[in-house]
């Protein structure tokens, strides 16, 4: 049984910077359920938005949302069993403020940007609510 469990959403100044971190059980980030991961957003009264993905033990793409590329940083820990998923946000903006989920889903051969559609994502935490004003 995966369970995704994100933390480190709050409340910051424009400019400002957080880190997220979302821990796994049941899976390893990077294993065979879990090839890629990543995490996604959703704003107020917005769609659901793809923020970063990799598949950095597999093909090694890492991909992330145009808006938010230069400025945000995804990576993984998985020494001393940590299992653990990172987005570090710089610069942060108010057009940042959304509701921020970790996902994961198993490699299944898929080609190009697939997971632009957060709905192939199988795994999903929570959530953790990140606000910028």
């Known amino acids: 049984h995966v369970q995704l469990v994100e933390s480190g959403g709050g409340s910051v100044q424009p400019g400002g910077s957080l880190r997220l971190s979302c821990t796994a059980s049941?899976?390893?980030?990077?294993?065979?359920?879990?090839?890629?991961y990543g995490w996604y957003r959703q704003g107020p009264g917005a769609e659901c938005e793809l923020v970063s993905i990799?598949?950095?033990?597999?093909?090694?793409?890492?991909?992330?949302g145009d808006s938010v590329k230069g400025r945000f940083t995804i990576s993984k820990d998985n020494a001393n069993a940590k299992n653990t998923l990172y987005l570090q946000m710089n610069s942060l903006k108010p057009e940042d403020t959304a509701m921020y989920y970790c996902?994961?889903?198993?490699?299944?051969?898929?080609?190009?940007?697939?997971?632009?559609?957060?709905?192939?994502?199988?795994?999903w935490g929570q959530g953790t609510q990140v606000t910028v004003s």
């Open positions: 049941g899976s390893t980030f990077g294993g065979r359920d879990m090839a890629w």
């Open positions: 996902a994961a889903a198993a490699d299944l051969g898929r080609g190009g940007s697939w997971y632009l559609n957060h709905q192939r994502m199988k795994y």
């Open positions: 990799t598949n950095s033990d597999g093909t090694g793409k890492t991909d992330y």
